[in-house]
């Protein structure tokens, strides 16, 4: 690259954080942090002030998602690939059906199908860019087993196809992974019976941390399976127990030491999605931001939305593909140089293409200022 080009002030975003995860933190959370600094930071987990947060947290959360009777939400240490592994040894009893149209969605199928003590998986694969549904299995596997769990991402991070939660028919328990849509994607949580996420993307905080929205289904299952180990011929580690986390998060706590500034910054969020009118004004802001960027790419010619459905075109985090005459990884480090970071596309998906978080802390504004700056950078390229 040669002599980097200066975008125009007037054009460029107020902030310039467009990260698929981790993702823009707001300046509020970053003052809450500050205030925590005198107060919590560096404090134990098991005293009241942490405890405290873990409570706003749990409580937050039950009304953020509308909880139906029963659910509960747990929380611990390891973020959403830690629990993909809790999942594979806690809640699928002989075997999992997965959807498959992306990297995340790939990885919790390669999970189960590790597991010695669980049947192959049932994978439902789709080509990036589409996605696949979830469907009643009368396929038993080559073992006999029938499908006890269906999992599919909400929101598939590494393409940007998204899809709504339904229950199938005929039983089992549905296992969301939300870790991108939970809190800014439309979800009815009866039709789930875990709805699992992380904070680093919608509720804008660092990683570590797993939270899961539990149905007394999944809490039972949990229970059954983990009372029948070692003898039924799978061990649980107690740091991948769902019911120990159960178990702590009633407490206001986790297993192990949280981190304490993470807590802060993902109570504050939750508090302030609340505070705007919750999932419905969240849902309401990130569709605006999603409607301007496909808009755009379909006005420009040299741009397309990735996801060819609209329906499954994601409110969250938007792709779209440029034409092969403009090299999208120098419009990223162009767009870099000028403080707006993180559009690249996800690194295994190897497409020429750019990536837009939308998530509830970016400003709509913001993803306009993003399209204009593309289009100056598209304009000035040589
Ligand atoms: C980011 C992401 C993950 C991984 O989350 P970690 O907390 O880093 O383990 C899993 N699934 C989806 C859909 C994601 O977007």
Not at 87 to 107: D, I, N
Not at 321 to 345: C, M, Q
Request: proline share 7%.
């Amino acid at each position: 690259m040669g002599m980097p080009l200066t975008i125009p002030a007037q054009l460029l975003p107020a902030d310039g954080r467009f990260g698929a995860g981790p993702s823009k933190v707001r300046p509020e959370q970053v003052a809450a942090l500050a205030a925590a600094g005198a107060t919590v930071l560096g404090t134990s987990h098991r005293q009241p002030p942490v405890k405290n947060l873990v409570a706003r947290i749990r409580t937050g959360l039950a009304s953020l998602f509308s909880l139906p009777d029963g659910y509960e939400v747990v929380l611990g240490n390891g973020g959403s690939t830690a629990f993909w592994e809790v999942a594979t040894a806690c809640l699928v009893e002989r075997r999992a059906q997965h959807a498959s149209f992306g990297e995340f969605g790939a990885k919790f199928a390669a999970a189960t199908a590790r597991a010695p003590f669980l049947a192959a998986p049932d994978v439902r694969r789709a080509e990036p860019g589409s996605v696949a549904l979830l469907a009643a299995s009368s396929d038993d596997g080559a073992e006999g087993d029938g499908v006890d769990v269906y999992a599919t991402p909400h929101n598939e991070t590494s393409t940007g196809a998204m899809i709504t939660p339904t229950r199938v028919p005929g039983g089992g328990l549905m296992l969301i992974d939300a870790t991108s849509g939970a809190g800014a994607l439309p979800v009815d949580v009866a039709q789930t019976d875990v709805y699992y996420f992380a904070p680093q993307k919608v509720f804008a905080a660092d990683g570590g941390l797993w939270l899961a929205i539990a149905s007394p289904a999944a809490i039972e299952r949990a229970a059954r399976i983990e009372a029948a180990a070692p003898q039924s011929g799978r061990w649980v580690p107690e740091f991948l127990s769902f019911t120990t986390a159960l178990t702590n998060s009633r407490l206001d706590q986790t297993l192990n030491t949280p981190a304490v500034a993470t807590l802060v910054m993902l109570a504050d969020q939750v508090e302030w999605l609340l505070g705007q009118g919750g999932l419905e004004w969240s849902v309401a802001r990130t569709r605006e931001s999603a409607a301007h960027l496909y808009g755009w790419a379909e006005e420009r010619d040299f741009a397309t939305p990735f996801v060819a459905d609209p329906a499954h075109r994601s409110t969250v985090v938007g792709t779209v593909d440029l034409d092969a005459s403009i090299d999208a990884k120098r419009v990223v480090a162009e767009l870099r140089a000028n403080g707006v970071y993180d559009v690249f596309p996800y690194r295994k998906l190897g497409r020429n293409q750019l990536r837009v978080g939308m998530f509830p802390a970016v400003d709509p504004a913001d993803v306009e200022a993003l399209t204009a700056s593309v289009d100056y950078v598209v304009a000035n390229l040589s």
